[in-house]
């Protein structure tokens, strides 16, 4: 991952809607007054994020065909993005999976780092959880009310005593990656800090920081043991892997690997790990030793996201080369579908938990969720303007989440499952 300094830069320049809204101020359309868009407004012809075309200078198609033009991908890699082409799989688009719900406005989703987009989390079809500038915010779509769960643009320290626990605790941290899960939440910060709470409890339970000076957290994932019990994996820009045992949160394992890592992804039976970063390949490791079992060769640039398919037998990682590889663990040698973005990177991969559906995330403007039993041969792209912070389905397969980072139009965006899909 690049270094800190480049926190809000590379894909970041240049893309807020900003023809948009100084268009939308011209016509008097001022940010404070735009209004929820529901699944009813949308059905007759409103824009789902509630950009007032009628009122542009510009259609919504020639403004679509200009970002499609003019983004440029953030490549540590030159042209990796232009090598993929001949190996992707030619995908039928026009399905509809998921169906739009709701717009939220109230919601406003941040990023601090453009290459990490890990910050939405769905706990159930009604509950989500995000950030937002210095705080994690739950939002319910019951209520349709927001909550702050956790501050850390002040001081934070742990309420409970655990060996390793920081007790001093941490001020003003610029949260890179988080996690939650059931009731337990885990954030991870640009110096290192670990930050673990246990969600209806007051106070934080855990506060931990890595002492290397290149130890940006890049990813928390929290997970169940075979056994049952609750840990996490933090990948960290310092090459480091570490589990934690959220009950005692003590470190269990510390795997080091020859680059940074950006991403790893833990098999549904523990076995294997999933380990991607600052190098075109990535790697499957043994979870319970570190060591490599085969390297993964077919990306060509540095690589953000990985997940696995419930069935343990196939996964999926994401590159800045703009593609999706997916890879089955019966055969590694090449990847069995190859998935090619509109835009940019693919930065965040998400499975359903019943493995119907498979979701990835560019950078800006599109979301594609494939039929896995079609052999992600037919997908519904969802088409929309802003940066991604973040995606998640719920537990239950019933909702899909979309964090969407724009100063005018950033919103969170609400889908629900199909329940006849022809």
Request: proline share 4%; aromatic share 10%; with cysteine.
């Amino acid at each position: 991952m690049e270094g800190v300094h480049d926190d809000v830069g590379g894909e970041f320049r240049g893309r807020e809607l900003a023809s948009l809204e100084s268009d939308a101020h011209e016509s008097d359309y001022v940010n404070s007054e735009l209004d929820d868009t529901t699944d009813a407004q949308a059905s007759r012809g409103q824009d789902i994020q509630g950009i007032p075309w009628d009122r542009l200078s510009i259609t919504r198609e020639k403004y679509r065909q200009t970002r499609l033009e003019q983004y440029k991908n953030y490549e540590n890699i030159p042209h990796s993005g232009e090598g993929t082409g001949k190996d992707c799989n030619i995908t039928e688009k026009g399905s509809l999976y998921y169906e739009f719900q709701c717009n939220t406005r109230s919601v406003k989703p941040t990023i601090l780092h453009f290459q990490l987009r890990n910050l939405v989390w769905a706990t159930s079809k009604h509950d989500v959880y995000l950030m937002s500038n210095f705080s994690v915010i739950h939002w319910s779509s019951l209520s349709c009310t927001t909550s702050e769960i956790l501050n850390v643009s002040g001081h934070v320290a742990p309420s409970e005593k655990h060996p390793g626990s920081l007790l001093e605790g941490f001020t003003q941290t610029k949260v890179s990656s988080l996690a939650v899960k059931d009731k337990l939440l885990v954030a991870g910060g640009f110096k290192g800090e670990l930050i673990c709470k246990h969600l209806g409890q007051p106070g934080v339970s855990f506060c931990s920081r890595t002492t290397d000076d290149n130890a940006v957290k890049n990813a928390v994932e929290i997970y169940d043991n075979p056994s049952g019990a609750a840990h996490f994996t933090a990948s960290s820009n310092d090459c480091g892997v570490r589990d934690f045992d959220m009950e005692t949160f003590q470190l269990s394992k510390h795997f080091r690997f020859p680059w940074p890592a950006n991403h790893t992804s833990l098999s549904p039976d523990g076995k294997l790990l999933v380990v991607v970063g600052d190098n075109p390949d990535g790697m499957l490791v043994d979870a319970q030793n570190g060591k490599t079992l085969t390297p993964l060769c077919g990306h060509l640039d540095f690589s953000f996201a990985s997940a696995w398919h419930p069935d343990g037998v196939t996964f999926a990682t994401g590159n800045q080369d703009k593609t999706c590889r997916v890879w089955d663990v019966r055969n590694l040698s090449r990847s069995v579908a190859v998935l090619k973005g509109n835009l940019g990177a693919i930065r965040s991969i998400r499975y359903t938990s019943d493995g119907q559906y498979m979701m990835m995330a560019e950078p800006v403007d599109f979301v594609h969720v494939y039929d896995v039993k079609s052999g992600y041969e037919k997908e519904q792209e969802i088409d929309f303007f802003g940066e991604i912070s973040g995606i998640s389905f719920s537990p239950d397969t019933e909702s899909l989440f979309i964090g969407v980072r724009d100063l005018t139009y950033g919103c969170l965006l609400e889908y629900g499952r199909q329940k006849c899909v022809a």
